[in-house]
């Protein structure tokens, strides 16, 4: 049970580090980037192109594909989202759910619906692991994982409450209206946060590569957990998606423990159980929802 | 100057489109299973865009989980045909207790925004479609077959399930039509255009939405019935699949959402892409996603929208029209 | 020199027009009062010149260059800058983030920090407080601040009074006056017509979108600017 428990907060880790991404470009633009997942599984195959091709570790191909996940940031900012930004509020959803596709489909055009996995090519890295005691393991990988998670987001955090372009990004998310009057562009404030969504949802890409294997169709999955991290931590917040994502994590690995396909269910459970208490309860019911 | 509602053009439509249903009705008498079953796909695909249409153009709810009871719909099929209901009583039961379940979902389901409602209904479908994929007498995850219809000559099976299929979006469409023709659609298109102006003028906003939501619910349970007479074998992985989420954005959005006629439209390019492109795989899905990309990036009313807007034609009465009297 | 030209300005809400024909100029160091009743178009107009609005039809020419086109954060970075009504502060941000995240603009009188300090002094102590926390007041004086921090040629205010107890008004106008001392053109919206003729060396006024009187604040007798501003003769503009 301990074990599990524990294990359940590496693979949340994990999660979180999926969710970053998809949290800050709602906090910022109030756009739930439904391509987020498939992002992600992009960027693995990138790292994995680069590392079948010069026979690198997986995580020197992930320093070398970085640059170019972060430009696509910029260039999928500055195409599709922000023209569906000045649209409606469903634009965004459609128009990524609709990028999402396209990302799914050309990946399994250039890569067949086979799986993949890096694990094998990164050595003691994901085999390494250490028995504390009884019956509880920590693996190096999942060890990893947690500290560049809290690495990631206490370096975000940072960015926005030390930097000046942090404030500036904040200033944008609360009212682009005011910012553009105070100088600030706004266009470059979402190409910056989408382009660090975009860097860190690669990263989440690495690490799905590492811990299990992907295929050209595995962005809606990830999509679905990091949103699910996102909602159960509260949205809008950076910390409460970490902390969403390791209640994620625990509560796949406790369902897992019942019956190893209860494992998603679980998490979906609980976070059908969160939405329901927070939007389901008696104090929204007078007077309507509130804005 | 007065306000009508029927022009000589949608009077003429309207009627054309009584003579059509009843020419549709006298397919399977003519042509053989196979032209029948297309047909029975083109006429899914047109339920399926007129419900989502209704959620998304009409309600302002944009589901991408609507998959759920379609699944829903199709297993609940097997389910009660295994229990010993002849199987088109099946599919009417089964239509009827999945599109029933959007009644409890919906209370808390509508309470959520945009994003949150797109993919929580999302969740939902996966939920429901693991919890399938664990009941082994429906199959696990390998698929079951609606083996009750194998006992049906495939002629009166095929015409059964078109005449169905017929039946439902009649039924369904109507349903649809009638309600945006009375005080309730008025309000609907109302909320759509600006839904803090309706709320203010006291259109009760989530009663409405509901009402959608819960039509939209049987309707698709009901594509998911016709999808497992039509095809006879369903398998988790596909009848759950947010691809129908796709079908049905690729359809309204480039049909035209909002209008009445645009998820027909829609629906009916679909069918003709599918049945051109045979092969079907990834490139084609390429191009579906781009499209309704572009579409919603550029060109969000859609192909009806753009010539409703060009032409002020208006081929059904869901809306009024101001005209010169003549003296 | 002239500063600030606006030619036949026109600004639409979707249907409604807010802004109709408007031309006048503003001279480098003048002090400019925009007065007119509420719906006059005051606001629309301070935004279109601020290019936080796209003007249906007409001209906006700053510096000898014409900017009509130009985003709103390219305008202040040529140094023009609106404290917006309402003050519009970063609630999440602190009082010195506020003031920091201001771009500053190329030309203009330095402003820093310190500078703003010395003006409102009284913010010391809230530097590193959460904007939502500060009185209307000091709220105001943060605007103004963020405003001054990108170092603006032409500095425009929207009812910078609107809702402030007399003493922090006294405050606002007693900062005003220092930043017109720096030689900082201003163009400000305001409902109190004594403060108004008080600080500005000319005055607009405006009804219904239009201008309807123009003039030295010396020189306009109360009355004639009354019924100007509620319409009630229709006065020649730039007359004496």
């Known amino acids: 049970m301990a074990n599990a428990i524990l294990q359940g907060i590496f693979l949340g ?18 756009i739930i980037n439904l391509a987020h997942g498939d992002i992600a599984v992009l960027g693995a195959y990138i790292v994995l192109v680069i590392v079948q091709g010069t026979g690198m570790s997986p995580l020197v191909g992930f320093v070398v594909a970085l640059p170019v996940m972060i430009a696509l940031g910029y260039v999928l900012q500055l195409t599709v989202l922000e023209r569906a930004l000045k649209s409606g509020l469903l634009t965004p959803l459609l128009a990524t759910f609709g990028l999402s596709i ?26 390494e692991s250490w028995n504390v005691f009884g019956g509880v393991t920590i693996p190096a990988l999942g060890l990893v994982v947690l500290a560049v998670a809290v690495v990631v987001y206490g370096a975000l955090q940072l960015y926005l409450s030390r930097t000046r372009s942090g404030w500036r990004m904040r200033a944008t998310a609360e009212d682009p209206d005011a910012a553009e009057l105070a100088g600030i562009d706004s266009r470059h404030v979402y190409a910056r946060a989408t382009a660090i969504a975009v860097a860190i949802a690669a990263l989440g890409g690495l690490f799905l590569a590492l811990r299990s294997v992907f295929d050209p169709v595995s962005g809606p999955t990830q999509l679905i957990f990091a949103f699910e991290a996102v909602v159960i931590g509260g949205m809008g917040s950076l910390w409460g998606t970490l902390l969403g994502g390791l209640a994620l994590g625990v509560a796949q690995t406790l369902g897992a423990q019942l019956n190893p396909e209860y494992a998603a269910l679980s998490g979906h459970v609980l976070f059908l159980v969160v939405l329901v208490l927070r939007f389901g309860g008696i104090r929204y019911a007078r007077g309507g929802a509130r804005a | 100057m007065i306000v009508r509602r029927w022009t000589r053009t949608s009077r003429l439509f309207t009627g054309g489109t009584g003579v059509v249903v009843v020419l549709l009705a006298g397919l399977p008498l003519v042509f053989g299973p196979d032209i029948v079953q297309k047909t029975t796909t083109l006429l899914i695909f047109v339920l399926l865009a007129a419900m989502w249409n209704a959620l998304a153009g009409y309600g302002g709810l944009l589901s991408v989980g609507q998959q759920a009871f379609i699944g829903l719909g199709a297993y609940g099929t097997i389910l009660f045909a295994d229990l010993g209901f002849p199987p088109y009583v099946a599919m009417i039961i089964a239509l009827v207790v999945a599109g029933a379940l959007s009644i409890p979902i919906s209370l808390f389901a509508l309470r959520l925004r945009a994003a949150q409602f797109a993919i929580g209904m999302w969740v939902i479908a996966e939920a429901a479609s693991i919890l399938v994929r664990l009941d082994q007498n429906l199959g696990a995850g390998t698929g079951i077959a609606l083996s009750q219809l194998y006992s049906y000559d495939p002629n009166y099976r095929q015409a059964y399930t078109f005449w169905l299929a017929l039946a439902l979006t009649v039924i369904f469409l109507g349903a649809l039509f009638f309600l945006l023709r009375s005080p309730l659609g008025t309000s609907l298109q109302a909320i759509r255009d600006d839904e803090d102006a309706a709320r203010s003028l006291g259109v009760r906003v989530a009663a409405r939405k509901r009402l959608l939501f819960v039509l939209a619910g049987f309707g698709c349970a009901g594509a998911g019935v016709l999808i497992v007479a039509n095809t006879l074998f369903i398998e988790p992985g596909s009848v759950f699949s947010v691809q129908w989420s796709a079908y049905m954005i690729f359809m309204v959005l480039v049909g035209g959402l909002g209008t009445f006629e645009g998820p027909i439209l829609g629906a009916i390019l679909l069918f003709a892409i599918q049945t051109t492109f045979t092969q079907g795989g990834p490139w084609y899905l390429v191009g579906l996603g781009a499209t309704a990309a572009l579409f919603a990036l550029l060109l969000p009313r859609g192909l009806w929208g753009a010539i409703e807007e060009r032409l002020g034609l208006r081929l059904l009465p869901v809306g009024y029209q101001v005209v010169e009297k003549k003296k | 020199m002239s500063l600030l030209q606006v030619e036949a300005l026109d600004c639409r809400y979707g249907l409604l027009q807010a802004v109709r024909g ?23 107009l301070l935004r279109a010149i601020a290019g936080a609005h796209q003007p249906h039809a007409g001209r906006v020419t700053f510096a000898g260059a014409d900017i009509t086109r130009l985003p709103a954060h390219t305008r202040v970075r040529r140094g023009i800058a609106l404290v917006p009504e309402g003050r519009r502060l970063f609630a999440g941000l602190t009082v010195e983030e506020n003031l920091r995240v201001a771009t500053s603009s190329r030309g203009g009188t330095r402003w820093s920090v310190q500078k703003v300090l010395d003006v409102f002094p009284f913010l010391k102590e809230r530097l590193h407080m959460p904007a939502a926390t500060l009185s209307g007041g000091e709220q105001q004086a943060v605007a103004i601040g963020r405003a001054l921090m990108t170092s603006p040629r032409l500095l425009l205010l929207d009812e910078a009074s609107l809702g402030l107890a007399p003493v922090a008004v006294d405050a606002v106008y007693r900062s005003l006056a220092d930043v017109i001392r720096e030689g900082t053109t201003v163009l400000l919206v305001e409902q109190d017509l004594t403060r108004a003729l008080e600080v500005a060396g000319r005055v607009i006024c405006m009804l219904e979108g239009r201008v309807v009187l123009e003039g030295d604040a010396g020189t306009l007798d109360r009355e004639r600017i ?8 229709r006065a020649a503009a730039g007359g004496g």
């Open chain 1, 13 to 30: 880790a994990f999660y979180a580090v999926l969710a970053c991404g998809l949290s800050l470009m709602f906090g910022v633009m109030r």
């Open chain 1, 102 to 127: 396209v990302i799914q489909n050309l990946l399994l055009l250039k890569f067949s619906p086979d799986v993949h996995s890096l694990g094998a090519s990164a050595g003691a890295l994901t085999t």
């Open chain 3, 22 to 44: 408007v031309s006048f100029e503003v001279d480098e160091g003048e002090t400019v009062a925009l007065i007119g009743a509420n719906g006059a178009g005051k606001t629309t």
């Open chain 3, 226 to 233: 009354v019924s100007a501003y509620f319409g009630l003769r």
